[in-house]
């Protein structure tokens, strides 16, 4: 049996109708922005692999660096203890993300991440003795998948089976230069009981890469800061790049209070989840009362490999040749985007750093079950591409190293489906 066949046996995938869908593609090997199949057919990951690979895939600089770790230490209680790895990766982010960022505390993934986040603004509040407990976030939010993250995130059909089990949300538009006035007035009305505001700053991903202007979410931040409402900046996605910024908070002039990180914090080869928080938030907990310590903490809170991943990212995101990639895929991106705009089928694109997305005109049927979802979906496969549409949104958003010859390739496929399809 090849590997598919065996994985029909035994596996479980995430976010797949296992009745319906096709099987999985068994993945061998991968090199730069490429993976190879168990047929040696190749597959250039325009998706990144959900988001999280910048560098490309085994690189071998990472991979030199998390070997030399799995033989000097792999892992070591974090509570009572540290290590070289986790105190370095610390200071180094501290030192590159806004001035205000004091303290890093580590977990396994983005949903974690935003599960401290919000356990940390609650608590910030309770421990101070002025009991907030609401919490407004963004309609199509996307922070997780864990009970709070989805809480906080929009509810749709992935949150439906649980809806009646989430704690209850404020849920407002993202600002423009028309609503930005009554989004202000909203938040004053509910300061008084408002623990924090959890954002996707710039881009709302899973919604379907929705994007929004900086200088509207820099005036909800200065507001939010002013009526004394927690701002948590949910980078997860965002983070290391992506929006042609290191970080997207670093188009806003307002700082976050605390900010989430995961998916590309390791470049993508280990899963890790990393919160930072201000002094003032920390600060909040040191007590003599043991009941206000924060008590959250995961198996493999800061694991050193994943550490020791996230290190070697960081030394090759910092060498000016990622910076000089990621404005040669934001270069190559708008003349993309400005040769298709005009296209029948093309109802709108959109452009944020390294991310370009189209709406594919259908019509009305524009559900992230759209049949032309999976139809899009295959004929991208066939031609060796891996994109993954959010319902009728066709996004890319590719490792940092993809090359210029791969990058035309996946253009001019899309251009061809908009012919063919
Ligand atoms: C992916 C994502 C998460 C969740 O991260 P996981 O590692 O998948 O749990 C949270 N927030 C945002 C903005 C994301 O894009």
Redesign the pocket.
């Known amino acids: 049996m090849n590997l598919t066949e065996r994985d029909l046996q035994v596996i479980w995938h995430p976010y797949t109708q296992m009745k319906t869908a096709q099987p999985p593609i068994g993945i061998v090997r991968g090199e730069g922005a490429l993976l190879f199949d168990e047929e040696g057919k190749q597959y250039i990951d325009a998706v990144s692999s959900w ?1 999280v690979n910048i560098h490309g895939h085994a690189h071998p600089y990472i991979a030199k660096k998390v070997s030399e770790q799995l033989h000097k230490l792999e892992h070591v209680i974090f509570a009572g203890f540290t290590h070289e790895g986790a105190v370095e990766l610390a200071e180094r982010l501290l030192a590159i993300l806004p001035a205000n960022q004091k303290k890093a505390f580590y977990s396994d ?4 991440a ?1 599960e401290v986040a919000i356990k940390m603004c609650l608590q910030y509040w309770l421990n101070k003795g002025d009991q907030r407990t609401k919490i407004i976030a963004f309609n199509n939010a ?4 864990t009970f709070g ?1 989805m809480a906080v995130s929009g509810r749709s059909a992935f949150t439906k089976a649980f809806d009646s089990l989430l704690f209850e949300v404020e849920f407002i538009d993202i600002p423009n230069k028309e609503n930005i006035e009554s989004l202000k007035s909203q938040i004053s009305d509910l300061k008084s009981q408002t623990a924090c505001f959890i954002f ?1 700053p710039l881009i709302q ?2 919604a379907g890469m929705i994007m929004y202007e900086a200088e509207y979410l820099n005036e909800l931040m200065a507001h939010c800061r002013q009526e004394e409402v927690m701002l948590i900046a ?1 980078e ?2 965002t983070g290391f790049g992506r929006t042609g910024k290191p970080f997207a908070t670093n188009h806003v002039q307002v700082e976050p209070d605390i900010m ?1 990180f ?2 590309g914090l390791t470049g993508g080869t280990m899963a890790l ?1 990393l919160t930072t928080c201000t002094q003032q938030i920390y600060d909040a907990f040191l007590s003599d009362d043991k009941l206000k310590t924060l008590f959250h903490g995961h198996s493999f809170t800061a694991n050193p490999i994943a550490c020791a991943s996230a290190l070697a990212s960081l030394d090759l995101f910092q060498q000016p040749e990622t910076a000089e990639n990621i404005d040669r895929i934001k270069a190559a991106h708008k003349v993309f985007a400005d040769r298709i705009r005009n296209h029948p089928k093309v109802k709108t694109i959109r452009q944020t750093g390294t991310i370009v997305a189209m709406e594919w005109e259908t019509g009305d049927n524009t559900s992230y079950f759209s049949s032309l979802r999976d139809k899009l979906y295959h004929y991208f496969l066939t031609a060796g591409i891996i994109l993954r549409p959010l319902g009728n949104v066709i996004y890319i958003l590719p490792p940092y190293c993809i090359t210029n010859e791969q990058l035309n390739y996946v253009y001019s496929k899309i251009e061809q489906a908009l012919e063919e399809l």
């Open positions: 988001w993934n983005g949903s974690t935003v996307y922070h997780g998948d993250a996707e991903g899973s949910d997860v996605f989430c995961s998916k989840g």
